[in-house]
């Protein structure tokens, strides 16, 4: 399965973009999903996972992401808020499409249990 994002530009800070993560085949209603970023120099990170039971956010983002998907076109979004020029960094979509799928806190927040990956959009925002 293909994950393509796009959504991503250059925003000023205090500014809103939604991500769009589209995947190139019907994937399971049950199966987890998330997004993780990284900023130059800076390790991947965790931004948001939904998983069949509840969604998830790093501490850096909650009250002002939030994540979403709509099974009938296959995408998942992640409505980005109030943003600030620290959360600039390349977004990567992440897919748990291989059973049994993650449904905690602790699996979704891993990159090891994503087995799909798309190739990313750049955020930039600007102070």
């Known amino acids: 399965v293909l994950l393509v994002e796009s959504g991503g530009g250059l925003v ?3 500014g809103s973009l939604r991500l769009s993560c589209a995947a190139s085949e019907r ?6 999903m998330a997004w993780f970023r990284q900023a130059p120099g800076n390790e991947r990170e965790f931004v948001a996972a939904l998983t069949w039971r509840d969604t998830y956010y790093a501490d850096s983002v909650r009250g002002r992401f939030t994540i979403s998907r709509d099974n009938a076109v296959n995408t998942v979004y992640l409505q ?7 959360d600039t960094a390349m977004y990567f979509c992440a ?3 291989t059973p049994p799928y993650c449904s905690g806190s602790g699996c979704s927040k891993r990159q090891s249990t994503y087995d799909s990956w798309g190739q990313g959009t ?3 925002v600007s102070s």
């Open 122 to 124: 750049q955020v930039t």
């Open 80 to 86: 980005m808020n109030s943003l600030k020029p620290e």
């Open 95 to 97: 897919g748990d499409l």
């Open 27 to 32: 994937t399971v209603s049950n199966s987890g």
């Open 12 to 14: 000023q800070a205090g």
